[in-house]
């Protein structure tokens, strides 16, 4: 099997607890890992994909007062301290093996918040979303649940939204019964048919792969910035120029057109 191309990644995040709520329940995550070493990520950089692998995720947290904030939290921390784990098990660059090691992630996240939702009455009913990017050379692995969403921008041009949202108007949407414009005024677009958490009895969590060549874009983002900002517009702003403060760039046109929710995006952009 042919060596992977090198390849190098650029980044950039942003999160704004948006115009009308008073604490932020979203939480995004940047971690260069391999078996060995950790790092955590600012909120822009570049880095090699030749020695470390990335993953990149957004959560968004839901219950009473702290709660929804607590369990995005716990979600990017379990995601931190297990996935690295994982590394020395798989076969870097090649389709194997991911489909379990993200299928364990997502269970063990959601067993360790459904037991405090359970143990603690202040945690009762939290939950949370979760969509993580994990990049090795050549490809993105990706694991998702929830309405926060993974879009994808070949190189090649067009705009794929790669994950489902796990909502009434989500699955009606990809049936083609309602359109963007009408999935967005569902009375039902807020009510999740898969999370995180105590409130959802069975897991199914989306898994995916997608092969990655120079040029490629991703954009992993809470539903705050759905509710901001059209598909088209979102693709007219990733088709322009890459800038380090792209994603505060689609957060605060979104925050300005709507700000009803905590709202967050990260921007990852795959070069040579």
């Known amino acids: 099997m042919a060596e992977p191309i090198p390849q190098k990644i650029r980044w950039s995040g942003h999160s704004d607890v948006g115009r009308f709520r008073k ?19 600012g909120k822009s950089g570049v880095g090699s994909l030749d020695d470390m692998d990335f993953v990149f995720a957004v959560s968004d947290g839901m219950g009473g007062k702290a709660a929804g904030e607590f369990a995005s939290k716990i979600t990017i921390e379990q995601t931190a301290k297990l996935l690295p784990r994982s590394f020395r098990h798989s076969a870097r660059g090649m389709v194997t093996g991911f489909n379990d090691i993200l299928e364990e992630l997502f269970d063990k996240i959601h067993h360790a918040i459904t037991y405090l939702g359970n143990s603690y009455e202040e945690c009762s009913g939290m939950g949370a979303t979760l969509s993580l990017a994990w990049l090795t050379p050549g490809w993105l692995y990706f694991g998702h649940v929830g309405d926060s969403r993974i879009y994808y921008f070949p190189a090649a041009g067009g705009m794929k939204q790669i994950t489902n949202d796990h909502t009434r108007p989500g699955w009606l949407r990809r049936k083609g019964e309602i359109n963007e414009r009408e999935a967005r005024s569902h009375p039902a677009k807020h009510g999740l048919q898969q999370g995180l958490g105590s409130s959802f009895q069975f897991l199914e969590p989306q898994i995916g792969a997608v092969a990655c060549e120079p040029g490629d874009k991703f954009l992993i983002c809470s539903d705050g910035l759905i509710d901001g900002l059209w598909d088209h517009r979102i693709a007219d702003i990733l088709q322009e120029k890459y800038d380090p403060e792209i994603a505060q760039l689609l957060v605060d046109e979104a925050v ?8 967050t995006a990260l921007v990852v952009e795959v070069t040579a």
């Open 23 to 41: 604490n932020n329940e979203d939480t995004f995550l940047g971690l260069l890992f391999n078996g060995q070493d950790i790092q955590y990520l």
């Open 256 to 263: 300005a057109a709507s700000g009803r929710d905590n709202t």
